[in-house]
Antibody
Framework: QVQLQESGPGLVKPSQTLSLTCTVS??????????WSWIRQPAGKGPEWIGR??????????NYNPSLKSRVTISVDTSKNQFSLKLNSVTAADTAIYYC????????????WGQGTLVTVSS | EIVMTQSPATLSVSPGEGVTVSCRAS??????LAWYQQKPGQAPRLLIS???TRATGIPARFSGSGSGTEFTLTISSLQSEDFAVYYC??????????FGGGTRVEIK
């Protein structure tokens, strides 16, 4: 089955860019059966969907949460079976556990998640 | 944006008892509703999709119902491993995909 693993810095300074990578194993990120998402969860709160990407052009590559769209970029590296998140101009409000997750093409619920990585925004 | 509201925020239940968690959508999401279970230090785990279809490996004591704006997750007889936080998520109208704020099921 598909497994996902997040990696990246655990501490980011305010106004800088948060960068995370999700490595996929047990399946090909190039499959046109899946979309690959980033989700975050501040402490004690519900998850917040950040955005998603499909490596297949025909599907329309990316969708973003409108509340974050101006600061977010999600990209994919099929040669490494990875996808990445960049969130710029971060503030303390961006402190959260960040998860990568996978959903089907037609049904956007998340059947596999990474273990999550805590990112703290602080000087 | 569709807002998902869960109630109650916390349920205190004894093992063996049944429990019902509610989720309300600010507008109809048809049956495009998923439920997740999250334990401390872990990622959410998919329990139910399509409002009532259990995911692979999910015990039959978990059931979901509802459509439109009102949904429920029922656990028929709580086991020790079921004490966790439960979230609903709509995937009918998006972006954005949206989650509820969660219901904590704790030991009474």
């Amino acid at each position: 089955q598909v497994q996902l693993q997040e990696s990246g810095p655990g501490l980011v300074k305010p106004s800088q860019t948060l960068s995370l990578t999700c490595t996929v194993s047990g399946g090909s990120i190039s499959s046109d059966s899946y979309y690959w998402s980033w989700i975050r969860q501040p402490a004690g709160k519900g998850p917040e969907w950040i955005g998603r990407i499909s490596p297949t052009e025909i599907r329309g590559r990316t969708n973003y949460n409108p509340s974050l769209k101006s600061r977010v970029t999600i990209s994919v590296d099929t040669s490494k079976n990875q996808f990445s998140l960049k969130l710029n101009s971060v503030t303390a409000a961006d402190t959260a556990i960040y998860y990568c997750a996978v959903s089907g093409v037609w049904t956007a619920f998340f059947h596999h998640w990474g273990q999550g990585t805590l990112v703290t925004v602080s000087s | 944006e569709i807002v998902m509201t869960q109630s109650p925020a916390t349920l205190s239940v004894s093992p063996g008892e049944g429990v019902t968690v509610s989720c309300r959508a600010s507008e109809s999401v048809s049956s495009n509703l998923a439920w997740y279970q999250q334990k401390p230090g872990q990622a959410p785990r998919l329990l139910i999709s399509g409002a009532s279809t259990r995911a692979t490996g999910i015990p039959a004591r978990f059931s979901g119902s509802g459509s439109g704006t009102e949904f429920t997750l029922t656990i028929s007889s709580l086991q020790s491993e079921d004490f966790a936080v439960y979230y609903c998520q709509q995937y009918n109208v998006w972006p954005p995909l949206t989650f509820g704020g969660g219901t904590r099921v704790e030991i009474k």
